[in-house]
């Protein structure tokens, strides 16, 4: 067979791009601690997951995998009351017959920043509250990057409990993502509830509120890596006002809720993400998700990055680029 630099080259190049390993690719999970430190190392997202809550049926999990458009290669698990309790709260009572939100989650490109779909089931959206920018905005502030994920149910939900399956697929993967992160970030999601509840005819403003937050989270960072002094509650609150300002919806945010959101900002100060070097350099790929993006779809991509199609493009870029390999050593042999 007559060899093709041009397809070998091309392909090889995808099948970089699809295992992440391109130049400067950047790492897909950061634990949130300093850098410098051997437990500020940072994780690549290894497999693809689907994790089911614990109150579906066989029958719909069935179905759900055809909502995720989940192949083979997709990991199975279940998020249970254990689980809630485990990553989102242990003050909240819940059953495992109450889980019903599910997600799947997979490696996105390098630099992607965090994208969510929240899809219709049986041509119905099911997740009454949490919105996709929210979703996407507060898995980067616990630290998570780089990936795709998609959330769904079978019956109306208000979809606080997505994130639980969103962690305990990253702790399935061999990720440990900080306690106080994970609780910092889950804080964000309920300070931002009320503010998108009360502007829930403006399909534009979870992206431009969840933007805003991005923009004064890395703020925060930035400050406390130059070794600066922290930021008081009043400085946390005059940037966050400034960063509605610059999206256009100081007006549209209650004193309430910037007072709520500024809480919790604080919070993310002290917590050991704002520490993270990972974390300033990635969050502005998600700001650039969410900043301009209106209702449920952020991801435009049809199929996941590493599913059986994407395996054989990788595959096959391999055996091209062993036969192009091969080819150089028989011009110098």
């Given at each position: 067979?007559?060899?093709?630099?041009?397809?070998?080259?091309?392909?090889?190049?995808?099948a970089?791009?699809?295992s992440?390993?391109?130049?400067?690719?950047?790492?897909?999970?950061?634990?949130?601690?300093d850098?410098?430190?051997s437990?500020?190392?940072?994780?690549?997202?290894?497999?693809?997951?689907?994790?089911?809550?614990?109150?579906?049926?066989s029958?719909v999990?069935?179905?759900?995998?055809?909502?995720?458009?989940?192949?083979?290669?997709?990991?199975?698990?279940?998020?249970?009351?254990?689980?809630?309790?485990?990553?989102?709260?242990?003050?909240?009572?819940?059953?495992?017959a109450a889980?019903?939100?599910?997600?799947?989650?997979?490696?996105g490109?390098?630099?992607?920043?965090?994208?969510?779909?929240?899809?219709?089931?049986?041509?119905?959206?099911?997740?009454?509250?949490?919105?996709?920018?929210q979703?996407?905005?507060?898995?980067?502030?616990?630290?998570?990057?780089?990936?795709?994920?998609?959330?769904?149910?079978?019956?109306?939900?208000?979809?606080?409990?997505?994130?639980?399956?969103?962690?305990?697929?990253?702790?399935?993967?061999?990720?440990?993502?900080?306690?106080?992160?994970?609780?910092?970030?889950?804080?964000?999601?309920?300070?931002?509830?009320?503010?998108?509840?009360?502007?829930?005819?403006?399909?534009?403003?979870?992206?431009k509120?969840?933007?805003?937050?991005?923009?004064?989270s890395?703020?925060?960072?930035?400050?406390?890596?130059?070794?600066?002094?922290?930021?008081?509650k009043?400085?946390?609150?005059?940037?966050?006002?400034?960063?509605?300002?610059?999206?256009?919806?100081?007006?549209?945010?209650?004193?309430?809720?910037?007072?709520?959101?500024?809480?919790?900002?604080?919070?993310?100060?002290?917590?050991?993400?704002?520490?993270?070097?990972?974390?300033?350099?990635?969050?502005?790929?998600?700001?650039?998700?969410?900043?301009n993006?209106?209702?449920?779809?952020?991801?435009?991509?049809?199929?996941?990055?590493?599913?059986?199609?994407?395996k054989?493009?990788?595959?096959?870029?391999?055996?091209?680029?062993?036969?192009?390999?091969?080819?150089?050593?028989?011009?110098?042999?």
């Amino acid at each position: 067979m007559k060899f093709n630099f041009k397809k070998a080259a091309a392909l090889f190049l995808a099948a970089l791009t699809l295992s992440g390993i391109s130049a400067g690719a950047s790492t897909a999970f950061a634990d949130g601690t300093d850098d410098s430190s051997s437990s500020g190392s940072t994780h690549t997202l290894n497999s693809s997951y689907v994790v089911y809550g614990a109150g579906t049926s066989s029958e719909v999990r069935s179905k759900l995998d055809d909502v995720f458009q989940a192949d083979s290669s997709f990991k199975k698990l279940t998020a249970t009351a254990a689980d809630y309790s485990k990553y989102i709260s242990q003050q909240d009572n819940t059953t495992d017959a109450a889980m019903i939100s599910s997600v799947a989650i997979a490696p996105g490109d390098p630099g992607s920043g965090v994208k969510v779909n929240i899809k219709n089931y049986d041509g119905e959206n099911n997740i009454t509250k949490v919105t996709s920018q929210q979703y996407a905005m507060v898995a980067q502030m616990a630290g998570v990057t780089d990936v795709s994920i998609v959330v769904t149910a079978n019956r109306p939900v208000s979809g606080e409990s997505a994130l639980t399956g969103v962690y305990k697929a990253l702790a399935t993967d061999g990720v440990s993502l900080n306690t106080q992160n994970t609780s910092t970030a889950n804080q964000m999601l309920e300070a931002t509830q009320p503010a998108i509840d009360a502007n829930k005819d403006d399909k534009t403003y979870p992206g431009k509120l969840m933007a805003a937050i991005g923009d004064v989270s890395k703020q925060l960072a930035e400050m406390k890596q130059d070794n600066k002094d922290l930021a008081t509650k009043q400085d946390i609150q005059d940037m966050l006002n400034k960063a509605l300002e610059k999206r256009g919806i100081e007006d549209k945010t209650s004193s309430t809720n910037v007072t709520q959101i500024t809480n919790v900002l604080f919070n993310f100060q002290n917590s050991p993400i704002s520490s993270s070097k990972n974390y300033v350099k990635n969050v502005d790929n998600t700001i650039n998700n969410v900043k301009n993006s209106a209702g449920n779809l952020m991801n435009k991509a049809k199929n996941w990055a590493n599913s059986q199609s994407g395996k054989k493009t990788i595959s096959e870029a391999k055996s091209l680029w062993q036969k192009f390999v091969d080819w150089v050593k028989g011009l110098f042999s």
